[in-house]
Every structure is written in structure tokens, then in C-alpha cells.
């Protein structure tokens, strides 16, 4: 059969990235297309990355150059070889949205258009820079139509519009085959630019979409946003030869725009010349350059604004945050349907989950197609009726497999389900025993690390008290609130980007083990320690906010202290270990906990500051009546006494971590001993009046 997209993915040593680019091109939802994969002489792993999807793939051909020659040159056998109606391409370094190729294939039909192209979302792979679209405006508004001046004007090098020549269009195959025209294989950057512009004065219609469906990957290899002095006189030499092509008559109403861009590369050529006579130490010959092409300085001033000197020592040092995308960013991914999936692992830490076992399974064993899935349930030595849950549903579903975790500890789990799971898996997926899945939870994880080239995909938490659960009510509440959860990205309105931390969900199995997984030392805060480790590497952490994973939170007091004790002990050892700082959200439970002390401390003495250990509690215990009135709920009036429990047992682990950092005796850690103590009580008194 015919294609009717081909597909052409200029490849040079882009092993890091290949994989994603490939998976997010086969796994499209337009199916009639072809790859053509064009391999300009690499010397990494990509040919036999390629190879391996080639294998499973017959729509995927390899072309391999018999020298290296740039992208230009890889595109025009790309070009030679196409059989398709319409050409697409995409760099191997980025990956689209799944269902990219048949928007754009539908729009440009309906539209009648020869070349149509989608917005692009910009990021930086390290997660050191803000995510942010290409277009915006009008053009970020709506859909648009771009002609010849419109694309000039946009391509002006240093100019405030977003420039066009980034974009990767959809092109009429027929176009290109009519007017005899491909790649300027000279250009080593804007041979988009060049191409385009030569079919739109053949009089070919460019259409314009606003939707981000192109995922742009900006790193320390990528060479089409970086300006050099040759490429930019590649750029003039292009630049001359296009008005010979053209011809007067056809230059003579582009001129203008032409001149403007033809002024903003001898600017760029300035700045190039002026920055490098710089770090040359040759003060003088800088200042005769700006004086030749005093349009230079104001360039310069910006580049060296403070705020760009610290924005580049930022990205120098250790990652930032990670990459933020707004609301009108990227948008859910599509789930993928199960049939489509890659070989999932899914492992089921649990330790006396008897509550909520059957729940968690039943949500997730219908997930998955049937061969496609395997669900690993890690026992940690449960004394309840968890096992016998978990056995029955052995019995019933052949993907459920019941292990024995001696080690107890969750990271310990799913460290064991890495080593244990199918040889053939390249996706784990994590299910806590206390949490329900909605039906697509696993596709969507899936679709969201494939599409999007993270190493991760982390999700909300929604927190719900069981039916006729009072004081889980109460906790619920003081969870879901600003106050309890800080603005935590997971918890507080998440929107669907690349984030610093989250709710885990999915893991690349092959990267999870690369890192070693989780830090078995750590019984709390794992995840986030893991996620630093992650950044550090090079990963992704990708938040997948449509896909909320509903938590039951603990139904007793003592037992919420004793895993907020150990929440912020985990965090004190994240931060000593990585050397970080912590954040305001995490400081401001220490300030009520130093408040609280000092003020009871103090009150002997000056009984007017017993007033400052009043305060706080004061504040927590009206929030909790305010809620239970606003909600007309009786429990809530607890929530404040459950706010107080989490802030001050996760303040007093961190100061106890801190403190065993220090290498103190055990001694200091007097609360947890306490609650450990009393969780023992109630497991001993539980345990005893099942056996009665």
C-alpha cells in the first residue's frame, strides 16, 4: 500500500533521543506513513536503536550516507527516496503528539493547503529552563494563514516574532517534485527557512495551526538554535542566491522584508564577532565592531543583563526546578488503547492492605491486553488476610503474581519488582495497595512517557475518607488543603508539563535501573530522592494531570504523626544528601514547631509569650471549624487538630533527621520512639482480638 505521509528523520549520533522519536512517530494514530530514517554516518548506538524498531516495524526504512554531510543532505535522500503524497519532518532529537500526523493531514485536506504546521512546545532536556510555546499573539490564537512577507518577517534574526523557520511543516509531496526544489545542503542552520520560502513563491498556501503538537528538544548538541560566524555568512551567501533564483519581478514586493532580514544577519554576525573578541580580551577591536553596527549594542546589553548572567549561571550549576508549562501549554496526552501498548510491569507494594487490596487489583487487572501486562505484588510480611486476597486473584488472572519482600520497605519492593519483572518489559509501573485506579490510568501513563520522551510520569493525589470514616474525613480534608499539602505540585491544581517531583506512576525500566533505584535506606521520601538523582542524570519527570490517583490517607491520629515524622526525616536526609535547601513550604512547619516550643519554653518566665505557642494552634483549630461549617460536615472541625498533627510531626522528623545526620545518639528522637511504641500497642491489641 501506498503511503500517503512519509516521514523523514535525519539522524546523527542522537542515541539519547532517538528511541522517543521513533516510538512517538510509529505509535501514530494515523497509520498510512512510512519512515524514512537517514543515518548521516553515526558513530554511537542510534543505527542499532533504529535497527531494533526496524525489526518490529516494516513501515521504518534505514538509509545510511556513505559520509557525513549535515541534516540538509540526509533530508534530500530522504526526499528522493519518499513515496508518500505528503512529507513531514521531524528531527530524531524531538518526538510529536500522537496524534500529530492526522491533524495536520486533515487540516491541510479541508483547508486546501500545500503546507501546513503546527506550534511547537520549546524545552530544555536538562529541565534548566522554562518550557514555553513558539508562537504567540494572534498567531497563538487562532489559525492563520503565513505568506511570503509574513515568513521573512518572522525569520529576522534577534526580532521579538517567534521564528517560523523552527517549525516542522506538513508538505505537499507534489509541490516540491513539480518546482524541482529540496534542501540547500550549503545551510547548516535555516535550511527549513530556505526551503519553505522558495515554495511559498511558487505560490503554495501556507496554513498555520495554534495547537502544540511538535515537542521541541533543546541541548548541548543541538545546532539549530546556535549562531556561528559561518553559518550566519552561509546565511547571506543563501540569502543572495534565493533573490538570483527568484528574480527581480518576483523579489521586487518581498524586498523589504528581504533588506530587514538581510540587516538582522550582518547584526548577528556582529554580536558573534563582538562576543568572541570579548572573551579574547580585545576590548578595542569590540568597540570598532559595535561602531560599525551600532544595532549590535542593544543585543548585547540584553545578553548580558544581569538578569541573563544569572539565568546562565543557573543553567551552568545544578538543575533548577525543571521545566513549568502553563495551562495553554501542551495539554492531556491521549491514552493509547491497551492493544497498542508496549509489555507493562506493575508493581503492587503491600504490607496488611486486607482493606484495600482487592480494590487496588480489581482497578488494575483489566488495564492492560491480555499478555501485555504483569502485576507483581511485593508482600512485605502481612498478618492479615492481604495474602489470601492476593492468592485468590492469582488464581483468577494469570498476569498476577504474588512475591515475598523481606526487606519490608516500599523502595525495597519496587527495587525487587525492577530485577524481577519480564525480561522483554521497558515500562514499570507504580500501584500503591492503598489508592483505586481509574481504567485508563495505565494507558495514559504509558501514551505520556512515550510521547513524551520523559524517564518518569508522576500524577496527582487525590485524598477520600472511606464511607462512615469520621476522623479520616477530618485528615482528608487537612491533606487536600493549601495548608497541609503547601502548593505541592501534585496535590494543588496540577497542570500536565515536566515537573521536580510528584506522585509516582511509571518509570523507563531500563533508566530506573541505570540509577540504581530507590535509596533502600531511606523509608520515607524515596520518591523525591529519586527524582533528584533522576534530574541529575539527564531524565524527565513528566506530570500526567489528567490521570489523578484517588489515596485513602491514614484513619488515626498517631498513626498520621508517625508518617509525617518519617515524611520530613526523609526530606532532611534528601536535602543533606543532595545539598539542596529547603523550600518556603518546607519551612514553614519548622517556624510553628520553633514558635510552639519557644513560647511554652519561655512562658514560666514571661507568661505573656505562652501567647506564642497559643497562636498557631489557634489558627489550625479555627481553619477546622471554618471548614466544617463552609462544608456543613461535622468531622472537619477535626481537620485543624489533623493540620496541627502533620505540621509538627513533619517538622519534628526533619529536626530528628537533621540531627542523626549530626551522628547524636538515638536518644533525640524521643516522639518517634513514643509513636512506634504505640503502633506496636495497637498492631498487638488488633492481632489479638482477631484470634479471639
Given at each position: 500500500m501506498t503511503p500517503v505521509i512519509s516521514v523523514i528523520v535525519a539522524n546523527y549520533n542522537s542515541e539519547r533521543h532517538l528511541a522517543a522519536a521513533l516510538r512517538s512517530i510509529l505509535s501514530q494514530s494515523f497509520t498510512a506513513l512510512e519512515v524514512l530514517l537517514v543515518d548521516d554516518?553515526?558513530?554511537?548506538?542510534?543505527?542499532?536503536?533504529?535497527?531494533?524498531?526496524?525489526?518490529?516495524?516494516?513501515?521504518?526504512?534505514?538509509?545510511?550516507?556513505?559520509?557525513?554531510?549535515?541534516?540538509?543532505?540526509?533530508?534530500?535522500?530522504?526526499?528522493?527516496?519518499?513515496?508518500?503524497?505528503?512529507?513531514?519532518i521531524i528531527d530524531a532529537d524531538d518526538f510529536i503528539h500522537l496524534d500529530r500526523l492526522r491533524r495536520l493531514w486533515e487540516a491541510a485536506e479541508l483547508d486546501q493547503a500545500d503546507i501546513i504546521a503546527d506550534d511547537q512546545l520549546i524545552f530544555d532536556d536538562a529541565g534548566q529552563a522554562g518550557a514555553k510555546r513558539l508562537l504567540h499573539g494572534a498567531r497563538a490564537a487562532r489559525p492563520?494563514?503565513?505568506?511570503?512577507?509574513?515568513?521573512?518577517?518572522?525569520?529576522?534574526?534577534?526580532?521579538?516574532?517567534?521564528?517560523?523557520?523552527?517549525?516542522?511543516?506538513?508538505i505537499r509531496a507534489s509541490l516540491l517534485r513539480r518546482h524541482g526544489i529540496d534542501y540547500n545542503e550549503d545551510l547548516k542552520n535555516a535550511e527549513d527557512y530556505d526551503l519553505i520560502l522558495r515554495l511559498l513563491i511558487h505560490g503554495a498556501r501556507f496554513r498555520l495551526l495554534p495547537e502544540i503538537l511538535y515537542f521541541y528538544r533543546r541541548h548541548h548538541l543541538s545546532i539549530s538554535h546556535r549562531l556561528t560566524i559561518d553559518g550566519l555568512r552561509a546565511m547571506e551567501s543563501a540569502d543572495d542566491g534565493f533573490r538570483q533564483w527568484a528574480g527581480p519581478q518576483a523579489i521586487a514586493p518581498l524586498r523589504a522584508a528581504l533588506d530587514a532580514r538581510r540587516a538582522s544577519i550582518a547584526t548577528a554576525a556582529a554580536v558573534e564577532t563582538a562576543i568572541a573578541l570579548l572573551k579574547a580580551r580585545k576590548p578595542m577591536q569590540t568597540l570598532v565592531t559595535l561602531a560599525t553596527q551600532p544595532a549590535a549594542i542593544p543585543?548585547?546589553?540584553?545578553?548580558?543583563?544581569?538578569?541573563?548572567?544569572?539565568?546562565?549561571?543557573?543553567?551552568?550549576?545544578?538543575?533548577?526546578?525543571?521545566?513549568?508549562?502553563?495551562?495553554?501549554?501542551?495539554?492531556?496526552?491521549?491514552?493509547?488503547?491497551?492493544?497498542?501498548?508496549?509489555?507493562?510491569?506493575?508493581?503492587?507494594?503491600?504490607?496488611?492492605?486486607?482493606?484495600?487490596?482487592?480494590?487496588?487489583?480489581?482497578?488494575?487487572?483489566?488495564?492492560c491486553a491480555a499478555g501485555r501486562h504483569e502485576i507483581l505484588v511485593m508482600d512485605g510480611g502481612s498478618r492479615d488476610a492481604t495474602r489470601a486476597i492476593v492468592s485468590a486473584f492469582c488464581e483468577h488472572h494469570a498476569s498476577v503474581i504474588l512475591y515475598d519482600n523481606p526487606k519490608r520497605l516500599q523502595s525495597a519492593a519496587l527495587n525487587l519488582g525492577a530485577r524481577l519483572a519480564a525480561a522483554h518489559s521497558t515500562i514499570m509501573i507504580r500501584a500503591d495497595a492503598h489508592a483505586h485506579y481509574a481504567q485508563?490510568?495505565?494507558?495514559?501513563?504509558?501514551?505520556?512517557?512515550?510521547?513524551?520522551?520523559?524517564?518518569?510520569?508522576?500524577?496527582?493525589?487525590?485524598?477520600?475518607?472511606?464511607?462512615?470514616?469520621?476522623?479520616?474525613?477530618?485528615i482528608a480534608a487537612a491533606q487536600s488543603s493549601r495548608l497541609g499539602n503547601g502548593g505541592a505540585a501534585h496535590r494543588a491544581n496540577p497542570v500536565s508539563g515536566f515537573v521536580e517531583h510528584g506522585h509516582h506512576a511509571a518509570f523507563n525500566l531500563p533508566f530506573f535501573r541505570a540509577l540504581g533505584g530507590y535509596d533502600e535506606s531511606f523509608t520515607h521520601n524515596e520518591d523525591a530522592e529519586l527524582d533528584v538523582r533522576a534530574r541529575k542524570a539527564g531524565g524527565g519527570v513528566w506530570m500526567c494531570a489528567e490521570q489523578a490517583v484517588l489515596y485513602y490517607p491514614r484513619?488515626?491520629?498517631?498513626?498520621?504523626?508517625?508518617?509525617?515524622?518519617?515524611?520530613?526525616?526523609?526530606?532532611?536526609?534528601?536535602?543533606?544528601?543532595?545539598?539542596?535547601?529547603?523550600?518556603?513550604?518546607?519551612?514553614?512547619?519548622?517556624?510553628?514547631?520553633?514558635?510552639?516550643?519557644?513560647?511554652?519554653?519561655?512562658?514560666?518566665?514571661?507568661?505573656?509569650?505562652a501567647s506564642l505557642a497559643l497562636a498557631y494552634p489557634a489558627i489550625c483549630l479555627t481553619w477546622g471549624i471554618s471548614e466544617a461549617i463552609k462544608r456543613r460536615d461535622p468531622s472537619l472541625v477535626f481537620a485543624g487538630l489533623a493540620l496541627m498533627t502533620m505540621h509538627l510531626s513533619w517538622a519534628a522528623g526533619f529536626v530528628g533527621g537533621t540531627l542523626r545526620a549530626w551522628s547524636l545518639p538515638q536518644s533525640h528522637t524521643p516522639i518517634v520512639q513514643f509513636l512506634q511504641a504505640s503502633q506496636a500497642r495497637r498492631a498487638d491489641a488488633t492481632r489479638e482480638a482477631e484470634r479471639r
Amino acid at each position: 500500500m501506498t503511503p500517503v505521509i512519509s516521514v523523514i528523520v535525519a539522524n546523527y549520533n542522537s542515541e539519547r533521543h532517538l528511541a522517543a522519536a521513533l516510538r512517538s512517530i510509529l505509535s501514530q494514530s494515523f497509520t498510512a506513513l512510512e519512515v524514512l530514517l537517514v543515518d548521516d554516518m553515526s558513530t554511537d548506538l542510534s543505527l542499532a536503536i533504529a535497527d531494533s524498531f526496524a525489526a518490529d516495524d516494516p513501515r521504518l526504512r534505514i538509509l545510511r550516507l556513505p559520509q557525513n554531510r549535515g541534516p540538509a543532505a540526509a533530508r534530500n535522500a530522504g526526499l528522493r527516496a519518499a513515496h508518500g503524497a505528503w512529507i513531514a519532518i521531524i528531527d530524531a532529537d524531538d518526538f510529536i503528539h500522537l496524534d500529530r500526523l492526522r491533524r495536520l493531514w486533515e487540516a491541510a485536506e479541508l483547508d486546501q493547503a500545500d503546507i501546513i504546521a503546527d506550534d511547537q512546545l520549546i524545552f530544555d532536556d536538562a529541565g534548566q529552563a522554562g518550557a514555553k510555546r513558539l508562537l504567540h499573539g494572534a498567531r497563538a490564537a487562532r489559525p492563520s494563514w503565513i505568506s511570503a512577507s509574513d515568513y521573512i518577517n518572522a525569520n529576522r534574526l534577534f526580532a521579538k516574532p517567534a521564528s517560523l523557520g523552527y517549525l516542522k511543516p506538513l508538505i505537499r509531496a507534489s509541490l516540491l517534485r513539480r518546482h524541482g526544489i529540496d534542501y540547500n545542503e550549503d545551510l547548516k542552520n535555516a535550511e527549513d527557512y530556505d526551503l519553505i520560502l522558495r515554495l511559498l513563491i511558487h505560490g503554495a498556501r501556507f496554513r498555520l495551526l495554534p495547537e502544540i503538537l511538535y515537542f521541541y528538544r533543546r541541548h548541548h548538541l543541538s545546532i539549530s538554535h546556535r549562531l556561528t560566524i559561518d553559518g550566519l555568512r552561509a546565511m547571506e551567501s543563501a540569502d543572495d542566491g534565493f533573490r538570483q533564483w527568484a528574480g527581480p519581478q518576483a523579489i521586487a514586493p518581498l524586498r523589504a522584508a528581504l533588506d530587514a532580514r538581510r540587516a538582522s544577519i550582518a547584526t548577528a554576525a556582529a554580536v558573534e564577532t563582538a562576543i568572541a573578541l570579548l572573551k579574547a580580551r580585545k576590548p578595542m577591536q569590540t568597540l570598532v565592531t559595535l561602531a560599525t553596527q551600532p544595532a549590535a549594542i542593544p543585543i548585547l546589553a540584553r545578553l548580558f543583563s544581569p538578569r541573563a548572567l544569572l539565568a546562565r549561571r543557573r543553567r551552568g550549576g545544578t538543575p533548577a526546578a525543571g521545566l513549568e508549562v502553563t495551562p495553554c501549554g501542551i495539554g492531556a496526552v491521549p491514552p493509547m488503547p491497551p492493544a497498542a501498548l508496549p509489555f507493562v510491569t506493575i508493581v503492587v507494594p503491600a504490607l496488611n492492605e486486607a482493606r484495600y487490596i482487592e480494590s487496588c487489583l480489581s482497578s488494575l487487572v483489566a488495564q492492560c491486553a491480555a499478555g501485555r501486562h504483569e502485576i507483581l505484588v511485593m508482600d512485605g510480611g502481612s498478618r492479615d488476610a492481604t495474602r489470601a486476597i492476593v492468592s485468590a486473584f492469582c488464581e483468577h488472572h494469570a498476569s498476577v503474581i504474588l512475591y515475598d519482600n523481606p526487606k519490608r520497605l516500599q523502595s525495597a519492593a519496587l527495587n525487587l519488582g525492577a530485577r524481577l519483572a519480564a525480561a522483554h518489559s521497558t515500562i514499570m509501573i507504580r500501584a500503591d495497595a492503598h489508592a483505586h485506579y481509574a481504567q485508563d490510568f495505565v494507558s495514559s501513563c504509558v501514551s505520556a512517557m512515550v510521547q513524551t520522551g520523559a524517564t518518569s510520569v508522576v500524577v496527582p493525589m487525590r485524598t477520600q475518607a472511606l464511607p462512615g470514616a469520621f476522623l479520616q474525613r477530618a485528615i482528608a480534608a487537612a491533606q487536600s488543603s493549601r495548608l497541609g499539602n503547601g502548593g505541592a505540585a501534585h496535590r494543588a491544581n496540577p497542570v500536565s508539563g515536566f515537573v521536580e517531583h510528584g506522585h509516582h506512576a511509571a518509570f523507563n525500566l531500563p533508566f530506573f535501573r541505570a540509577l540504581g533505584g530507590y535509596d533502600e535506606s531511606f523509608t520515607h521520601n524515596e520518591d523525591a530522592e529519586l527524582d533528584v538523582r533522576a534530574r541529575k542524570a539527564g531524565g524527565g519527570v513528566w506530570m500526567c494531570a489528567e490521570q489523578a490517583v484517588l489515596y485513602y490517607p491514614r484513619d488515626r491520629l498517631n498513626r498520621l504523626a508517625l508518617q509525617y515524622y518519617r515524611h520530613g526525616s526523609g526530606r532532611a536526609r534528601t536535602l543533606r544528601k543532595h545539598k539542596l535547601t529547603p523550600k518556603l513550604r518546607q519551612v514553614v512547619p519548622l517556624g510553628a514547631l520553633a514558635g510552639c516550643v519557644a513560647g511554652v519554653a519561655a512562658a514560666p518566665f514571661v507568661p505573656a509569650d505562652a501567647s506564642l505557642a497559643l497562636a498557631y494552634p489557634a489558627i489550625c483549630l479555627t481553619w477546622g471549624i471554618s471548614e466544617a461549617i463552609k462544608r456543613r460536615d461535622p468531622s472537619l472541625v477535626f481537620a485543624g487538630l489533623a493540620l496541627m498533627t502533620m505540621h509538627l510531626s513533619w517538622a519534628a522528623g526533619f529536626v530528628g533527621g537533621t540531627l542523626r545526620a549530626w551522628s547524636l545518639p538515638q536518644s533525640h528522637t524521643p516522639i518517634v520512639q513514643f509513636l512506634q511504641a504505640s503502633q506496636a500497642r495497637r498492631a498487638d491489641a488488633t492481632r489479638e482480638a482477631e484470634r479471639r
